[in-house]
């Protein structure tokens, strides 16, 4: 139908611009003299016709699209049900062939043990994606590099679990996407001692370029949790920059000074936080927040409201 609305504009005989298309006898009509303007066109749509989303979706005979986290295999599952497609109950011996063919279905998706590794991976990295909210360019990025370190070896001995969190830290530094190791390592049974070997032996051995972390990919999901206004988000930005190019951030968490950035934001704006409450924002400690804005304040001169 695109297609069409793309080639043809208006009527050879009359000029009219009012065509019809009719996919019953694939033709196109002009609506104003009848002239057929082109006979037999080609319906690209499915044979069987729906006129509601739900039975749309059960005439489907399609299943999922193909992402990296189901790679190489079929992506269609045998159902349980045990009615054929056009409602009739199944006899016992079809529900018995079925659940065969459903069993050998399963075991033919995943052959050797790196797809089983792979599937097992993809299930976990699906879980952490989830908890963490990671957009799916970013859990395509954690799953390369799990690859990466599976095709090296580098999983062989260390848990899948471990491994898969690295590789989604690797993924989010790489991709400066605001997550700390601590939040991701609070998400897996693995503590985080393993997961921070993992990391370095991932960066050591895969070669994986990682860009050191900047407090400013911080600053705007300490605000939003903070609900500050996009003004007080951007002069906490503001801060961090001057900061950066006086050398400040240099060897300092960069969650901890977002951290800071916004506190002091917060006051210059009149949108006041408590230092708890930045601090539990940004999931670092008070001290460390009263700190890095005392430091802050003081190097770049910056004069606070007497609270």
């Not at 992402?67 to 006899?91: C, H, N, Q």
């Not at 089983?116 to 908890?131: D, H, P, T, V, Y």
């Not at 070997?197 to 994986?208: H, M, S």
Request: aromatic share 6%; glycine share 6%.
């Amino acid at each position: 139908m695109e297609e069409f609305e793309e080639t043809y504009h208006k009527c050879p005989i009359c000029g009219g611009t009012k065509l019809i298309y009719d996919p019953t006898r694939g033709e196109i009509i002009c609506a104003e003299c009848g002239y057929v303007i082109r006979e037999r066109e080609i319906d690209r749509g499915p044979e069987w016709r729906a006129f509601t989303p739900e039975e749309r979706e059960k005439r489907s005979r399609v299943g999922a699209p193909i992402t990296r986290l189901t790679p190489d295999s079929l992506s269609t599952d045998i159902d349980w049900r045990s009615k054929d497609a056009a409602g009739r109950e199944i006899g016992l011996k079809k529900k018995i062939e079925m659940l065969r063919l459903r069993k050998w279905h399963i075991r033919a998706r995943v052959q050797s043990s790196i797809e089983r590794n792979l599937s097992q991976a993809s299930i976990e990295l699906e879980r952490l994606g989830s908890q963490l909210g990671l957009p799916q360019y970013a859990m395509d990025r954690a799953l390369e590099i799990y690859k990466k370190a599976l095709e090296t070896g580098l999983v062989r001995g260390r848990s899948i679990e471990s491994v898969m969190a690295a590789a989604v830290y690797a993924a989010c530094r790489e991709k400066k996407i605001p997550r700390t190791l601590d939040e991701i390592a609070k998400y897996t049974r693995a503590g985080r001692k393993d997961v921070a070997r993992c990391y370095r032996l991932l960066v050591r051995e895969t070669q994986v370029k990682v860009p050191l972390p900047s407090p400013i990919d911080f600053a705007p999901r300490i605000g939003e949790l903070l609900k500050l206004s996009t003004q007080t988000i951007k002069k906490a930005i503001e801060i961090l920059k001057k900061a950066q190019e006086m050398g400040l951030t240099a060897g300092k968490d960069p969650a901890g000074l977002a951290a800071a950035a916004i506190y002091i934001a917060a006051l210059l704006s009149g949108e006041v936080r408590t230092q708890k409450e930045v601090a539990r924002a940004a999931q670092v400690t008070e001290v460390t927040v009263r700190n890095r804005y005392k430091e802050l304040a003081k190097k770049l001169k910056i004069k606070l409201p007497i609270r």
